[in-house]
């Protein structure tokens, strides 16, 4: 396995990579924007393909990279389930899988430092975010951060993982660079305290300054979603109701980009051939099952994903391609179901 830990010295921000072999898939967790170029060297170097850049939460110190490496790579970007990020890719929930081939991550939800926090867990080591710091905890003063909720993440969620399994945080302002979680239970100061009450008592009177990015952090990271208006200009965008209108037509394939997890969670378009985002320049290729049945089949292509961003990345890249008739379903499966759209079980449920 590859894993490079990566450090923006401005933020103090650690930034992950992982991948299962030369040559194969790579994820990325935490991407500073300013250090993106950096990371595209890397990957360059170790010959891995960026699948999906990971953000643990919506950050406050710095401006993520996950808006500028899906628009270079187009990989898939994601968060947790509560994000108030404008659009991200895919979206998880407690207890999901996060994976890209040969790599795989449990998924923890984590709440406190924010209410969007997330930790993701690989065998002998757990990627915390800002929840769990070496020798510290994320601050829960602003962004919905809740001292209560992060007591409960850190000593009923990730202090109970095997005491050997190595801490690698989103931040460290001292030169730390990983822990353990036996390390941390003996001597984090803020783990000592004897009570949730008295936890609560600590960080509510921490008093710090916010950070200086602040201002500018958080409304940019909100706003990481794809600007998805040029795909509908040139005409090749469908309403979800005017989606919906063509379902059961001989003429139409809706194709469902998302994961199984996704579908088995929220549910299909009726019909729908699954041909998941990673495979898809493999699929649009001639010889490609998505090849066959634009070119030869006559179909039309209607692409569709969890919120419109990796179908719109699917449009561009299929009339590429030169399939001409490709379209996609604005704003994904959650559009659709605002719109009343017909759902039925995943398959694979
Ligand atoms: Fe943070």
């Excluded at 490079?4 to 040559?23: I, K, P």
Aim: net charge negative; proline share 4%.
């Amino acid at each position: 396995m590859l894993f490079r830990q990566l450090f923006d010295s401005v933020s103090g921000t650690y930034t992950y990579l992982l991948a299962g072999r030369r040559g194969g898939e790579a994820l990325i967790i935490d991407p500073v924007l300013e250090k993106v170029d950096r990371y595209l060297q890397l990957m360059r170097e170790l010959d891995v393909k960026l699948v999906k850049a990971v953000d643990t939460h919506l950050h406050a110190d710095h401006v993520t990279g996950l808006g500028a490496l899906r628009d270079r790579t187009h990989c898939i970007t994601v968060m947790g389930e509560q994000t108030k990020a404008d659009v991200v890719s895919m979206r998880l929930a407690d207890g999901e899988k996060l994976t890209v081939d040969g790599v795989c991550l449990d998924v923890l939800y984590t709440p406190g430092h924010t209410d969007d926090s997330y930790s993701y867990i690989m065998r002998d080591r757990v990627f915390t975010g800002d929840t769990l710091l070496i020798r510290g905890t994320g601050r829960t003063d602003f962004q919905n951060g809740d001292p209560r909720a992060q007591y409960d993440s850190i000593f009923n969620k990730l202090l109970r993982l095997p005491e050997d399994t190595m801490v690698f945080p989103a931040h460290d302002y001292k030169g730390e660079t990983v822990s353990t979680i036996g390390e941390e239970k003996a001597f984090n100061p803020r783990l000592q305290a004897k009570s949730v009450d008295q936890y609560v008592e600590v960080m509510n009177n921490l008093n710090l300054p916010n950070p200086k990015m602040m201002d500018v952090a958080v409304p940019a990271n909100m706003k990481v979603g794809l600007a998805q208006d040029e795909i509908a200009r040139r005409g090749w965008a469908l309403s979800a109701k005017d989606a919906a209108a063509l379902v059961g037509r001989a003429d139409v394939a809706f194709i469902d980009l998302r994961e199984a997890t996704e579908r088995e969670r929220h549910g299909v378009i009726p019909g729908s051939v699954h041909a998941p985002y990673p495979d898809l320049r493999d699929n649009i290729m001639p010889g490609g099952m998505l090849h066959k049945l634009a070119a030869a089949d006559g179909k039309q292509l209607l692409f569709y994903c969890a919120f419109g961003e990796r179908s719109a990345m699917a449009v561009q890249a299929a009339q590429d391609a030169r399939l001409a008739s490709a379209r996609h379903v604005q704003g994904g499966i959650d559009a659709w179901k605002k719109a009343d759209g017909p759902i039925e079980r995943s398959p694979g449920a």
